[in-house]
């Protein structure tokens, strides 16, 4: 009885490699991905503690 293929070792490693390859040509070539956020950010961030809608949600629960 056999319990694992041979093969999935060698696919496998193929599978690394291959994505290797695609990190690789992407720092090469030096494009980057746009995170979610990017677009859609605020210019300036609010700084330091402020309530906002999910925190008031938490004191509502909190209390008794």
Known sequence: MKTAKPNARRNFLLAAS???????????????????????????????????AHIEKYYRTTES
């Open 18 to 52: 291959a994505g290797t390859a695609g990190v690789a040509a992407a720092v090469v070539t030096g494009r980057k991905a746009a995170s979610p956020g990017a677009l859609d950010a605020p210019e300036q961030k609010a700084r330091g503690y402020h309530v906002s």
